[in-house]
Antibody, heavy 118, light 108 residues
Framework: EVQLVESGGGLVKPGGSLRLSCTAS????????MNWIREAPGRGLEWVAS????????YYADSVQGRFTISRDNAKNSLYLQMNNVRAEDSAMYYC???????????WGQGALVTVSS | EVVLTQSPGTLSLSPGESATLSCRAS???????LAWYQRKPGQAPRLLIY???SRASGTPDRFTGRGSGTDFTLTISRLEPEDFAVYYC?????????FGQGTKVEIK
């Protein structure tokens, strides 16, 4: 069974930093691209960043480009999101997701809550 | 950036009725790389449809995705009580991989 477990969420001050982690199990981690998706209350789903299986290609939403960094460690079956210079509008539930075999985001973690507030 | 506009914002229907949800793209979605997700409170989103019309594993056949280019639809025939939720479309043909704003299907 595919499992994605996020950690590292919490309260952070504006301008501060936070690192989210996602540990994957139940499949061969380095066979799939991974993504971070976020959902703020009342704002729907927002794609944040994607990374291919061997980290060859990385993509970011304009809203986080230059502030967030997605990375992965295939030896540890782990995905990361380094969040720097955070803003109030970055407050959201952050989901680690795995691409489905055919297309789309087939597997989702339960989310890590990030709150940016002074 | 491909902007996805979903309509209507809310659909009020009774169990047994059919629902048609629209997702319109501001420019052509590459290779029909469009997915539909179901979102229920307290649960992670669930992939229903990928590549515009292919059902994901476990998706009931009452869910049908259609479309290409810039116009896509999700049809739910014979609504079941568990189908009342928010539905999102997402394109993954070109970065940024944008989502629509969602359509809520509520019980009338």
């Amino acid at each position: 069974e595919v499992q994605l477990v996020e950690s590292g969420g919490g309260l952070v001050k504006p301008g501060g930093s936070l690192r989210l982690s996602c540990t994957a199990s139940g499949y061969t981690f380095n066979d799939y691209s991974m993504n971070w998706i976020r959902e703020a209350p009342g704002r729907g789903l927002e794609w944040v960043a994607s990374i291919t299986s061997e980290s060859s290609y990385i993509y970011y939403a304009d809203s986080v480009q230059g502030r967030f960094t997605i990375s992965r460690d295939n030896a540890k079956n782990s995905l990361y999101l380094q969040m720097n210079n955070v803003r109030a509008e970055d407050s959201a539930m952050y989901y680690c997701t795995r691409d489905a075999s055919g297309g789309g985001l087939g597997y989702w973690g339960q989310g890590a809550l990030v709150t940016v507030s002074s | 950036e491909v902007v996805l506009t979903q309509s209507p914002g809310t659909l009020s229907l009774s169990p047994g009725e059919s629902a048609t949800l629209s997702c319109r793209a501001s420019q052509r979605v590459s290779s029909s790389f469009l997915a539909w997700y179901q979102r229920k409170p307290g649960q992670a989103p669930r992939l229903l449809i990928y590549d515009a019309s292919s059902r994901a594993s476990g998706t009931p056949d009452r869910f049908t995705g259609r479309g290409s280019g810039t116009d896509f639809t999700l049809t739910i025939s014979r609504l079941e009580p568990e189908d009342f939720a928010v539905y999102y479309c997402q394109q993954y043909g070109s970065s940024p991989y944008t989502f629509g704003q969602g359509t809520k299907v509520e019980i009338k």
